[in-house]
């Protein structure tokens, strides 16, 4: 079975900042991973997603993030944040796209 | 643009009811998936259909029932809630079963008093 692990509850920083949310996870195969954001009160929207190829894979307004096979992780990264991306962060794999399982999330606060 | 639509928006009721939440895709998919986020956030998978039939079901109490009567609809009835059913049900979609990308409604806020 799969797991993922996002060791940060919470990050905070200053508007203009980059950002880095991590992401890890465990699994006897290379799965599907995934970004996803959560605003208040809405549901989730896709970021971007990796199935094979270049590792480092670009997403909706300017994140992107970097699959690394041999730390078992896919990073999420933005080169400068805005205060509209303060939101919780989900990542998830599947296993040839089946159901997702996600890690526990990360709240991002981002100070004006 | 909103293509998996939920109804209600949000739900109160008391311990012992039923409830129903309902669930649309429009866009053409054939697996629909239910979803739980608990108050920490943490969300579980609860059933997934294909095509009408049940593909996955998870360790979910048996007063959790989900009911599809084609592929773009999946509702999810929950007879004699409890207080830990208090809860975001998400409902989610893609184009089929192993098939990648999911595509999730603004989700049903329930509440059990």
């Known amino acids: 079975a799969q797991s993922v692990t996002q060791p940060d509850a919470r990050v905070t920083v200053s508007e203009g900042a980059s950002l880095q949310l991590r992401c890890k996870y465990s699994?006897?195969?290379?799965?599907?991973l995934f970004w996803y954001v959560q605003y208040p009160r809405q549901g989730l929207q896709l970021l971007l997603k990796y199935y094979s190829g270049d590792p480092v894979v670009q997403g909706v307004n300017g994140f992107e993030a970097e699959f690394s096979k041999s730390n078992s992780s896919f990073h999420l990264r933005k080169a400068s944040v805005h205060w509209s991306d303060s939101a919780v962060y989900f990542c998830a794999v599947s296993l040839a796209g089946a159901k997702l399982t996600f890690g526990g999330g990360t709240r991002l606060t981002v100070r004006p | 643009e909103t293509a998996v639509f939920q109804t209600p928006n949000y739900h109160v009721t008391q311990v012992g009811n039923e409830v129903s939440f309902n669930c649309k895709q429009t866009l053409g998919h054939d697996t629909m998936y239910w979803y739980k986020q608990d108050s920490k956030k943490l969300l579980k998978i609860m059933f997934s259909y294909n095509n009408k039939q049940l593909i996955v079901n998870e360790t979910v109490p048996r007063r959790f029932s989900p009911q599809s009567s084609d592929k773009a609809h999946l509702n999810l009835r929950i007879k004699s809630v409890e207080p830990e059913d208090s809860a975001v049900y998400l409902c989610?979609?893609?184009?089929?079963w192993g098939g990648g990308t999911q595509y999730f409604g603004p989700g049903t806020r329930l509440l059990v008093l």
């Open positions: 699994s006897s195969v290379t799965p599907y």
């Open positions: 989610a979609s893609s184009l089929y």
